[in-house]
């Protein structure tokens, strides 16, 4: 199913399994505990996150940017 939101770049890729099932953002901050943790609670249920490294031709957004330009575009409705 297509979305009519602009796809944005994804900090992380969440995994079940060895297949890649989408991009996440991460927390602004201790995003290193956050996978640590992540990794290990759902690791029983097959899911993973990898920290994807930066692309130089990405946009420079965090999380607090992609939620302000999503809530431009939801306002522009």
Do not use: C
């Amino acid at each position: 199913m297509s979305s009519w939101r602009e796809t944005l770049p994804g900090d992380a890729i969440l995994f079940q399994g060895g297949h890649a099932e989408g991009p996440l953002l991460m927390p602004p901050t201790h995003q290193d505990l956050f996978v640590e943790e992540f990794n290990r609670t759902y690791r029983s249920i097959n899911l993973s996150i990898t920290v994807r490294p930066p692309d130089p031709n990405d946009e420079s957004t965090d999380a607090k940017s992609t939620l302000q330009i999503q809530q431009a575009q939801s306002s522009q409705q």
